[in-house]
């Protein structure tokens, strides 16, 4: 694993692991759905700091 953390998102009354791929396709956020990112732990800062890059750089598409 990358981050050390606990890392969740929560879409309208769901609060989902953003670390099981499962999860976050259970979720079923879509495109230009709007998520609340939540990391828990030593490394929170640099999760978060990681995470808002790659969704904001488009997850690699």
Known sequence: MLFKSQITF????????????????????KSGDEI?????????????NFLVKEIESGLGE
């Open 10 to 29: 929560r879409f309208k009354d769901t609060t989902a692991n953003a670390k099981s791929v499962l999860s976050v396709l259970g979720a079923c956020v």
């Open 36 to 48: 609340e990112l939540i990391c828990d732990g030593v490394d929170e800062e640099e999760a978060m």
